[in-house]
C-alpha cells in the first residue's frame, strides 16, 4: 500500500466538491502517536486535473488557479496520468484564474 499527501479539501476537489464551492481548508496534520502511518510507503501529492471537451489544454487545479500544462511530456514528467483528468465546462475554466505555467516561464496559458 502507499500513502498519498493529501488534504481533505484536496479529497473534496478531486470529485469537485470543494473546488465548485470555492472552499479553503486548513487540516492540522494527523497524529500518529501508535506508529501505523509508518507502515506505508508515502506516495505523490494528488493533484485535480482538468480539461473541457471544445479544448486541448490541459491544467492542474492548485489553490484555486489553473495552471496550464504545456504538453504530453511535462504531462507525463509530472506522473499524472489520464485517468485523473475531469471534464469540466470550457466556462468554468475560463472563469478560474490563470495560475504558473507547467513546466514554469511556458509563455502564456491557452484559455479554454
Not at 6 to 35: N, S, V, Y
Not at 81 to 109: A, H, K, M, Q
Request: charged share 30%; with cysteine.
Amino acid at each position: 500500500m502507499t500513502l498519498q499527501q493529501t488534504t481533505i479539501c484536496q479529497a473534496f476537489e478531486r470529485r469537485m466538491i470543494c473546488d465548485l464551492w470555492h472552499c479553503r481548508c486548513d487540516i492540522p496534520q494527523a497524529r500518529d502517536e501508535d506508529g501505523y502511518l509508518n507502515r506505508f510507503e508515502i506516495g505523490t501529492l494528488l493533484h485535480v486535473l482538468l480539461k473541457c471537451s471544445a479544448s486541448p489544454h490541459i491544467y492542474r487545479l492548485e489553490d484555486g488557479e489553473k495552471r496550464w500544462i504545456r504538453d504530453i511530456d511535462t504531462f507525463e514528467a509530472e506522473r499524472h496520468v489520464w485517468e485523473d483528468v475531469r471534464f469540466v465546462s470550457c466556462g468554468y475554466l475560463r472563469g478560474l484564474l490563470d495560475g504558473e505555467t507547467i513546466p514554469p516561464d511556458s509563455g502564456p496559458p491557452p484559455q479554454p
